[in-house]
């Protein structure tokens, strides 16, 4: 097992970084529910000026034979490798507000190392908060707000903000490790889980990227601007309306998803009794409602704004 040093290195000459910053964790990999995650790390690297810190190494955490890095071939001879990313950034938000952003793949390998890694660079710069946000795929409508829950130890966001607090085992990400490492050294931790419609979870949805983005600022008073993604969001509404509104079948089975969703925001059945979100009438899965969707969404262009691809 490597020591902990051995995962990253340091930027010679990096950025001056003031102690007390929040610090905000963006990995991809084992869950990503309309590219939530992926696209805030894509909105980040764009938009809040990242100054690396700290590079992590693939060599020591990447399995490269489930990630392959990605070759540009020309004609008769290669002219590019990108491998993947993981780094600790400076960052900052609308306002010029500063934050750090560990952003990029989630470690395949060493995860006590990378843990300990994180803790050590979060001292060194006496972090204020952990900050991170996954996505999973839920039977809830999209024609409903995204619907969070929040883990940790941040009683103010998890009291006011978490919509679903269940009693389960899940499979771990080094996400759930970092929260679960910086909450034993008593730092401030919040993770944020975005329930995403199940039906939609292998889209790029903008709204899921729109929500990780929120919820970053809300629980670190950050601000943010993203006018792109609002138009993004209102073409990719609009598509899946249109698709929805062409077939009885799907408007049905996304009838079943509002009605379940709204007993369980209201809390209470019919009956009067608690209403789990997972409960009640029968629902559809992910295949019947993704059959009439998939084609359409899947491999729409990305600059298509003309209605129906075939």
């Not at 990378?114 to 900050?131: E, G, K, P, R």
């Not at 607090?165 to 944020?192: C, I, M, N, W």
Request: aromatic letters at 8%; glycine letters at 6%.
């Amino acid at each position: 097992m490597p020591l902990s040093d051995d995962v990253y290195e340091r930027v010679t000459h990096g950025p001056e970084v003031p102690r007390g910053l929040p610090l905000v964790v963006l990995m991809t990999g084992f869950t990503d529910a309309g590219a939530a995650v992926s696209g805030t790390v894509d909105y980040m690297r764009t938009h809040a000026d990242l100054q690396p810190i700290a590079i992590f190494d693939n060599d020591v955490l990447l399995d490269y034979r489930a990630r392959r890095p990605i070759v540009t071939f020309d004609a008769d001879h290669l002219t590019n490798y990108v491998p993947p990313r993981l780094e600790l950034c400076l960052a900052r938000d609308a306002l010029g507000q500063q934050f750090l952003l560990l952003a990029g793949y989630e470690p395949d390998c060493a995860w006590e190392a990378f843990a300990d890694a994180v803790l050590d660079l979060a001292d060194d710069y006496a972090v204020d908060s952990m900050t991170w946000v996954h996505s999973i795929g839920m039977p809830v409508p999209h024609t409903r707000p995204l619907a969070v829950t929040v883990s940790g130890n941040r009683r103010d966001l998890i009291d006011q903000y978490s919509g679903w607090k269940p009693h389960t085992q899940v499979p771990a990400t080094a996400g759930h490790l970092l929260e679960y490492r910086f909450s034993e050294e008593d730092h401030r931790v919040a993770g944020f889980v975005l329930l995403v419609p199940h039906y939609l979870a292998d889209t790029d949805n903008p709204g899921a990227t729109i929500a990780t983005i929120e919820w970053i600022a809300r629980a670190n008073e950050l601000a943010f601007l993203f006018d792109d993604l609002t138009r993004d969001l209102d073409e990719y509404i609009g598509k899946v309306s249109e698709q929805v509104a062409a077939n009885d079948e799907l408007q049905r089975l996304i009838g079943r998803l509002e009605k379940q969703y709204d007993a369980y925001r209201a809390g209470t059945t019919a009956t009067g009794e608690s209403s789990p979100l997972l409960g009640g009438v029968p629902m559809p899965s992910a295949d019947e409602l993704a059959a009439e969707l998939e084609r359409y969404l899947a491999n729409r262009p990305k600059d298509d704004g003309k209605g129906t691809t075939t």
